[in-house]
């Protein structure tokens, strides 16, 4: 079933609908790709800028990724949103080359959670993170986002602790095939364990420290 297609920018992005949308920032071929979520939107606002987010200390901003680090998933991601939009009767989204490119609010968090995932990881651990991604149940991926979000959703700030740092662990070994509906439970389930795990070791180095 065909929709209205008049007003949806990016991927799947209706502001009609909601105001709440990602924006993917990409400055250059080479430079770092931001992933930042808004809660309004003002198309005037961000109109031909390359970055929709200047201070990497906002709170607005989720991830920045190297371009290499980037280019690892972005066919996938694209791919994985399109074949859903298809069913949904919106037409496709693609990446802006230079510039921002709006993404659907479900849509952004699938995304972020994978950059979250690859952001501290070795580049050939990234297609592992992409099979666990798509392993996943977009509901899973969205609780998942809404978990690590609640305490380390800020770009700097919550790197490389807690639920990030589990993601990180969970997402990039031993893929998962989308059929096994028990090991995307034992994922999911062995990330609070991860996430306590690395809390403490983060509390005993810096009990060290006090030494």
Known sequence: MSRDNTQVEGFGFKPAESE?????????????????EHMSWDKEMWKGKVHAVKDEKDERLRVVLPRVK???????VSAEFNRRLKTMGYKKGSWKARGLTPISRLFGKELVLLAWAIEDTDPGRIPAAVANWLGLLPEERWWLYTMTNAATGQALRGRNIGWRAAVRFALCDNPIAP??????????ASLDDEGKSVDQEKKRQGNLLDF
Request: proline share 0%.
């Open 20 to 36: 709440h949308y990602f924006l993917v920032s990409i400055s250059s071929q080479t430079g770092d790709v931001q992933i930042s």
């Open 70 to 76: 980037w280019d690892g998933i972005s066919d996938a």
């Open 179 to 188: 059929s096994k509906a028990e090991q995307r439970v034992g994922l999911i």
